[in-house]
């Protein structure tokens, strides 16, 4: 072979000259590095402001995603975020593919990518970037505004297709039935997003797996499936009512973890779409008095400590 060519060894460059193969060990050695940190690297939750200019208003939606998803992943989750029932969007970078991770393609804070749908461009930006743990959603839309495609931005329903049917179940048979009823009822679906972020379903695996004979046993005393019969935390009221309906959106409206404004708006919206009409939060904590108890107790531990008090109020029993 005279003319000099180039092949592949375990994804480093090598040249051809003649009969002889001559490997390129410094890009073979950088690309080692790279696995390497992609190995030892610890996923993070990537803030993104995704914007599509030609629309009128521009239409804007803010994702937080797993930035060790590939990139395929990313736009299927722009794609659902805009509300498309047609392909997801592409990226206009040729030396970018699917199978890349998200966090190599926004690798700082201010990064930007372009992508193409159709005849619209996809601006979107990296703002932010937090540690996250096994229980954080992969993906989750946490804000947007203006319609796209004719279908009204609707977070709740964005975040019930990103999270997936098969999510969902796992996190609902982990809760508390109460709080899936509120679920359920309200059509308030980002609770769901909620539960996984607090570690629900990690939690309830974990729960069983220690105390399967013990659950055994009290079960022979007590119908599981008999709400009557449900443990409950301090302050919730046993039977169906107003009061038991506030007991529970009063807590999760607080694990939300926002300032009193923000815990107010949740609670009062949530009451709303279960049908008690607007009712402010103060309203509802004297409905079920016995709450104002425990959000104290929660108020008075430790930012950390509040996570596990939570988990363990919305466990199912």
């Known amino acids: 072979m005279n003319a000099a060519g180039t092949t592949g060894f375990h994804g480093a460059s090598a040249t051809v000259i003649g009969d002889a193969e001559v490997i390129d060990l410094a890009a073979h050695r950088r690309r080692r590095s790279t696995l390497a940190r ?21 239409a804007v939606r803010q994702i937080g995603i797993n930035d060790s998803l590939p990139v395929a992943d990313l736009l299927s989750a722009l794609g659902i975020a805009f509300g498309a029932t047609v392909d997801a969007p592409w990226l206009q970078d040729p030396g970018v593919g699917p199978n890349d991770c998200i966090h190599t393609v926004l690798p700082t804070t ?23 743990d096994a229980g954080t959603p992969q993906a989750l839309c946490i804000g947007g505004s203006g319609d796209f495609f004719g279908v009204e931005f609707d977070t709740a329903l964005i975040n019930a297709r990103l999270t997936g049917d098969d999510v969902t179940t796992q996190v609902l048979n982990a809760t508390h039935p109460d709080v899936v009823d509120i679920i359920e009822r309200s059509g308030i ?76 708006d949740i ?37 950390v400590d509040r996570i596990v008090l939570f988990q363990r109020l919305f466990l199912r029993p």
């Not at 930007?112 to 970037?129: E, K, M, N, P, R």
């Not at 402010?280 to 930012?303: H, N």
């Open 38 to 58: 992609r190995a030892t690297r610890r996923p993070r939750t990537l803030i993104l402001r995704a914007v599509i200019e030609g629309a009128n208003p521009p």
């Open 110 to 132: 201010g990064a930007t990518v372009y992508c193409h749908w159709g005849l619209w461009q996809v601006t979107v930006t990296a703002v932010d970037t937090y540690p996250r």
């Open 189 to 264: 679906f980002d609770f769901v997003s909620l539960m996984q972020a607090l570690g629900i379903p990690e939690a309830h695996a974990t729960k069983l797996g220690r105390s399967r004979t013990a659950t055994a046993c009290r079960s022979v005393g007590a119908r599981a499936e008999d709400p009557g019969q449900l443990a409950r935390p301090a302050g919730v009221p046993h039977h169906p009512s107003t009061a038991r309906d506030a007991a529970w959106v009063t807590l999760l409206s607080a694990a939300c973890l926002g300032d009193g404004e923000t815990t107010g």
């Open 267 to 303: 609670f009062a919206a949530t009451m709303d779409s279960l049908g008690w009409g607007p009712m402010s939060l103060q309203e509802g904590i004297d409905l079920a008095p016995g709450i104002g108890d425990v959000l104290e107790r929660i108020d008075a531990s430790a930012p």
